[in-house]
């Protein structure tokens, strides 16, 4: 099967990141299949980004998969939990959502088998982060290892690729990278705990760990920031 006619499930998550890792498939060749995962999160403007995100890129398909991890909680993203402001710090942040990167491979690994692709695209990166266990590279290469034992495909000999284009790139490299990919990062959404007015318009807070990276990118990047804030630090 030559590259052309080739798919891959990408994980679109409605933020820069999985917006750029998309752009990569598809500067690749790739056929686009994007999932998103409706996990319960309180961010729900994301999943609103990610469809635009979707159209944006080319999807072939869009699935936007429910799974509600509130029933498990945890979270800052999936519990009555408050979103921290204070700045990035040092340990893994309360809004990391447990095992959330391996649930969602092991959903788009799943679709990969059923669709024949054996190539799956992920915007985690290890630099520019909240510390997050599941975006290091090692996580990343022993999930591909278990992808080939925990399949039919796997077990007769046809290796999945995860692909983590973005995985040594900061902020910055990856806001140039959405500038010379064409894509419009003004599509995509990053905060944590979106300001709603009373027209139900949503803008960024500005301050949560997400909003913080986001604009230092476009700052380091030198880059007009698309971003909507509600306020800045």
């Not at 695209?121 to 520019?128: S, W």
């Not at 982060?129 to 290469?141: E, K, L, T, V």
């Not at 290796?159 to 983590?164: C, D, L, N, V």
Request: proline share 4%.
């Amino acid at each position: 099967m030559d590259l052309v006619s080739k798919k891959a499930v990408v994980l679109v998550s409605g933020g820069l990141d999985s917006m750029v890792a998309a752009g990569h498939a598809r500067e690749q060749g790739y056929g686009l299949l994007a999932l998103t995962v409706d996990y319960g999160q309180r961010h729900r403007v994301e999943l609103e980004s990610a469809a635009r995100v979707a159209a944006a890129i080319g999807a072939e398909r869009h699935i936007v998969l429910p799974l509600d991890l509130r029933a498990f909680g945890g979270s800052a993203l999936t519990a009555d939990i408050d979103v921290p402001k204070s700045g990035v710090g040092d340990d893994v942040p309360v809004t990391y959502v447990p095992a959330r990167n391996t649930i969602f491979l092991s959903l788009a690994l799943g679709w990969a088998e059923a669709a024949g692709s054996r190539d799956l695209f992920i915007g985690v990166n290890a630099l520019d982060y909240s510390g997050y266990p599941d975006c290091r590279p090692d996580f990343i290469a022993a999930f591909e290892r278990l992808a080939s034992l925990a399949t039919k495909a796997g077990a007769g000999g046809e290796a999945f690729r995860i692909h983590a284009t973005l995985q040594h790139m900061t902020k910055a490299d990856i806001a140039r990278e959405a500038a010379r990919l064409g894509l419009d990062a003004g599509l995509s959404w990053s905060c944590y705990d979106p300001v709603v007015d009373s027209a139900g318009t949503a803008r960024h807070c500005g301050y949560c760990d997400s909003c913080r990276l986001r604009a230092r990118g476009f700052e380091e990047a030198g880059l007009p920031d698309p971003t909507a804030y509600a306020a800045r630090p």
